[in-house]
């Protein structure tokens, strides 16, 4: 988010587009109020038609595409340059030297593997998940398995959450490519298109953190190392569930690396969320109430007429926790170094009562 200038500044100063290649029409952008969009193909600028507002403030989206189509016009004329290194540090000295200020929403990272033999399939790293193998500071995961042809799947491997400042997707990028195309172009397109990609959808305080490292790049490093690098801090995959080797595949993919300098702030952790859900409205405070309502001679029935007994909190070895919460324990005691107590959440979770295909 851009506040402070006009939508010609951003074109002819920022992204230094000249201003008789930008069309105009109108456009909304989710979450905002804006109503007119400024466009250089699939480079957007969004803002209010109304002049006044305008200066106010306007949203920047450069999709995958934008950045492909906005780095291939700048390589034309220097092919050693760093693209968007040089973008992100017009930005910074344009808001140093003016009344303009930025704000960075949203930067997404992307490794392509285009390696006859990729280091991973899809496969490895959804099994991987399935069986626990792999550590992402306690966040959640989910699969999506869609049909490519009639012999085939798709899959992508969704590590975090929507809206979270880091959100990781493992997917076969030929297949999405080649989606809807037929005979000979398909096997082309699978040909030439890397065949897994893995993206990082960064937002909040890591995507601005990213966004100054990228500006600030040494010169003997490169943008790919630092995704590499950024990307072996986030997660990782292990030979087993004791975590204490990383596999092999994995560490060969993230070679070579620099790590990125972005500052973790102090966040309170899902599992800190949990206990002060229990603390104020969840178990603690129910026995709580329990305690004081058995102490003044009220007896207490559940719904199916089982009688409540007072003492609640004795210590059960054998109770398991739901998959839910043992994922948050996990992101607790990882946040705390304590990794080997991973294996022992492991072993009092719950199992699914539908096997794993």
């Not at 969009?37 to 969004?46: D, E, H, L, M, Q």
């Not at 507002?53 to 760093?82: F, P």
């Not at 993206?199 to 966004?211: P, W, Y």
Request: with cysteine; charged share 25%; proline share 3%.
């Amino acid at each position: 988010m851009l506040k402070d200038v006009t939508w010609q500044t951003v074109y002819a100063k920022l992204l230094q587009i000249s201003l008789d290649c930008v069309t105009i029409e109108l456009a909304a952008l989710k979450h905002e109020d804006y109503d007119i969009v400024y466009s250089c193909g699939p480079i957007r600028y969004f803002t209010y038609s109304d002049s006044a507002k305008q200066i106010e403030r306007g949203t920047l989206v450069l999709s995958g595409q934008a950045c492909t189509m906005y780095e291939w016009a700048n390589l034309a004329d220097d092919i050693h340059c760093n693209v968007f290194q040089e973008l992100a540090l017009r930005i910074i000295d344009l808001a140093n030297a003016t009344t303009i200020s930025f704000e960075v929403k949203r930067l997404d990272l992307a490794l392509d593997d285009y390696n006859g033999r990729p280091f991973w399939d899809l496969d490895l790293i959804v099994g991987k998940v399935r069986r626990k193998q792999f550590l992402s500071k306690g966040r959640t995961n989910t699969v999506y398995d869609s049909e490519f042809d009639k012999k085939t799947r798709a899959k992508t491997q969704q590590i975090g959450s929507r809206g979270s400042e880091c959100l990781f997707r493992f997917y076969e990028k030929g297949k999405e490519l080649a989606l809807g195309l037929d005979g000979i172009e398909r096997e082309q397109m699978l040909r030439v298109a890397p065949q897994v990609r893995l993206e990082a959808e960064t937002r909040k305080d890591t995507a601005s953190d990213l966004f100054m490292t990228i500006a600030y790049l040494a010169k003997d490093e490169n943008l790919t190392n630092l995704i590499r690098g950024f990307i072996s801090t986030e997660v990782n995959f292990y030979s087993d569930t004791t975590y204490q080797t990383i596999c092999r595949c994995w560490s060969d993919f993230l070679k070579p690396s620099f790590i990125p300098n972005v500052h973790r702030r102090y966040e309170k952790s899902v599992f800190e969320d949990t206990l002060h859900w229990f603390e104020v409205q969840g178990p603690y405070a129910v026995t709580q109430a329990l305690f004081f309502l058995a102490n003044n001679g009220i007896e207490i029935r559940t719904n199916e007429n089982i009688k409540v007994p007072p003492l609640m909190l004795d210590r059960r070895d054998e109770y398991c926790w739901n998959q839910d919460l043992a994922n948050k324990l996990i992101g607790f005691v990882t946040k705390g170094k304590r990794m080997d107590l991973i294996p022992l959440i492991h072993d009092r979770t719950k199992k699914s009562s539908t096997p794993q295909k």
